[in-house]
């Protein structure tokens, strides 16, 4: 119980988990730290790339008046909520639970429109009446904090661009007095919202211990246990997790448990990340598993080539910007023409988009800027045209080699994805000579909460759909049998009722799996079982841990006694499977996962 309540608050403390941000970061570390200290084992990371929808601070201002720091919303699978660099401005409208007839008697056009949290999907009223921004007022009481459900049925799939975000009600008060007043009209206040936010490729961490096990006959067989330790943020930079921790607290429990009497059969424990991306980490897990080594030989050869490659351009496009024979020779090199020409197409690219805005102006059209406009679109394509970048005449060559830094910073990019990916690529050829020639006979996901009423098994999940002719259950009767006995075990030691496990791998229509988890997540049993492994998810039955991603989700919030009987009930289970006497059959599922 004393380690739940550690790892929970420690991890909460960090901050905002997800994919690429600073308590990630800190969360990996503290998973290694921790791993390391036991002292047992063999500790290792796997790296890999993904993108992030990274958010900086966001601010309201009004005019006149205060200023305050509003959450920015991750309500947008495509598009983040980044603003103008001088952010945006417009009358401010309060619009209640956000219908159509709330706007009765305001002006929502180009204002920034306030609206209560509890409003639906009605923010697509507030953008088909042509405001500019939304920002949200939650009126939750400290106790009662708004759930995960608000926030999930405002998630929206198309890439609209319309930002949104998060302000509590008493700092509306602070800003402006009776902001249920604001109509948009004239005389009223006036908003200024800033923020920065966008995609950006990020490198992150799965952190795993190995613990070889004593009994020579199970040095093949290979048992995995993973959990992830980051956490979902429908509100980034407010998102604790602590709840959300609950199935990494599970796993360190184990690698303290392992490393006071190590397991007979090898044990891999996986700390994963990236979950709320699909489960990235663990799909790149099974990929490094899965995946050929010489793919993966290639691939680093190739990466460091790419990066080598790089190098030797921006060196020449450097020699280029001087006068003389080595500027010439250096406007020679293929690499560099290559590197010029694609700089001048995306130029040509934004030219065009700026020339065709200019002309669909109507009756504001400013005819200047578009022959200014036209002329320098022509002369880029002359220079397109050019079969020698050393002979061009010195006009064209001044209008190309000022195309040159941003051609040497997208060179520098290319040179530090290739090296980000080389060291990702190297990460799980180490893994791969960590688990060596052993066969993984299980994996065991956790998705595990402090809120429920018991453990569930489960083979499947809600990340794919499985084809009605087949049964993904098919290859687990053995595994079954040997995790109900297992079950019925650890369910006595720890004094807990009967009932508390369920099979969810077991045809039941009268009570389906699907039933049992209400927030119907990806579940990571689902990967292994599509990598030919005998993959399933120990997961906390009867929760929509409606807390998770949200602000709300807080240490005092989680059920630590709850948490320590399921935790000793896992432990015990997970010691079963890597024991000499459970049994997990001979039957696999087919493998059919797949990389691009």
Request: hydrophobic content about 45%.
């Amino acid at each position: 119980a004393d380690l739940d309540r550690v790892v929970i608050e420690s991890l909460a403390g960090l901050g905002d988990r997800s994919l690429g941000t600073p308590g990630g970061r800190l969360a990996a570390d503290a998973v290694e730290a921790f791993f390391k200290g036991l002292e047992a084992g063999e500790v290792g990371r796997l790296s890999y790339r993904a993108p992030a929808m990274l958010h900086g601070p966001a601010s309201l201002a009004v005019d006149g008046g205060g200023r305050a720091d509003v959450s920015p919303l991750a309500l947008n699978a495509f598009t983040p909520g980044s603003l103008p660099p001088d952010g945006l401005t417009g009358p401010a409208v309060y619009a209640g639970a956000g219908g159509y007839r709330d706007f009765d008697g305001t002006l929502p056009k180009d204002a920034i429109v306030l609206m209560d949290l509890d409003s639906g999907r009605n923010w697509q009223a507030a953008a088909q009446l042509g405001a500019r921004a939304l920002i949200y007022i939650d009126d939750s009481p400290p106790n009662d904090p708004a759930g995960a459900g608000v926030y999930r049925d405002k998630f929206e799939l198309t890439p609209v661009r319309f930002p949104r975000f998060l302000l509590s009600a008493a700092k509306a008060r602070e800003l402006f007095g009776d902001y249920k007043a604001l109509k948009g009209g004239p005389g009223g206040a006036t908003a200024v919202l800033a923020a920065k936010a966008g995609w950006e490729p990020v490198v992150a961490d799965n952190v795993h211990v190995l613990f070889p096990g004593t009994d020579p006959a199970l040095a093949g067989q290979l048992l995995v246990v993973d959990a992830a330790y980051d956490a979902a943020a429908y509100a980034p930079g407010r998102a604790p997790g602590a709840d959300e921790a609950a199935s990494l607290a599970a796993l360190l429990r184990l690698a303290r448990d392992f490393a006071a009497q190590p397991p007979a059969r090898p044990t891999l424990l996986v700390a994963t990340s990236g979950r709320g991306q699909s489960m990235a980490g663990l799909r790149e897990f099974f990929g490094a598993l899965r995946g050929k080594g010489k793919d993966l030989r290639t691939q680093a050869r190739d990466l460091k080539e790419t990066a080598r490659k790089a190098e030797g351009v921006i060196k020449s496009l450097d020699e280029a910007a001087a006068d003389g024979e080595a500027a010439k020779a250096a406007l020679a090199d293929p690499g560099v023409r290559e590197a010029l020409l694609e700089t001048l197409k995306d130029e040509v690219d934004v030219v065009t988009t700026r020339l065709m805005r200019l002309r669909l102006a109507g009756q504001t059209r400013d005819e200047a800027a578009i022959a200014a406009l036209a002329e320098r679109r022509a002369g880029l394509r002359r220079i397109m045209w050019r079969e020698n970048f050393a002979a061009l005449p010195p006009a064209e060559a001044e209008l190309l080699l000022a195309l040159a830094p941003a051609a040497r910073e997208r060179l520098a990019r290319d040179r530090a994805g290739a090296e980000a990916e080389a060291g990702c690529v190297e990460s799980a050829r180490e893994l791969r000579k960590l688990v060596g020639d052993r066969d993984v006979t299980a994996q065991a996901s956790l998705y595990l909460s402090s809120h429920g009423q018991g453990v569930v098994s489960l083979c499947e999940g809600f990340g794919f759909e499985v084809k009605p002719d087949v049964n993904p259950a098919q290859a687990y009767g053995r595994l079954n049998r040997s995790l109900a006995a297992a079950a019925e075990a650890a369910a006595k030691a720890v004094g807990l009722p009967a009932g508390y496990y369920r099979d969810g791998m077991r045809d039941d229509r009268q009570n389906p799996w699907q039933g049992m988890l209400p927030d119907r997540p990806i579940l990571g049993g689902e990967f292994g079982n599509l990598a030919g492994v005998l993959g399933f998810t120990l997961a906390t039955v009867g929760d929509a841990r409606l807390a998770w991603g949200t602000p709300g989700d807080l240490p005092d919030r989680v059920d630590f006694a709850a948490l320590d009987k399921q935790g000793r009930f896992v432990a015990s289970m997970v010691a079963a499977m890597a024991s000499p006497g459970f049994e997990a059959g001979e039957k696999r599922p087919r493998n059919v996962f797949s990389t691009l």
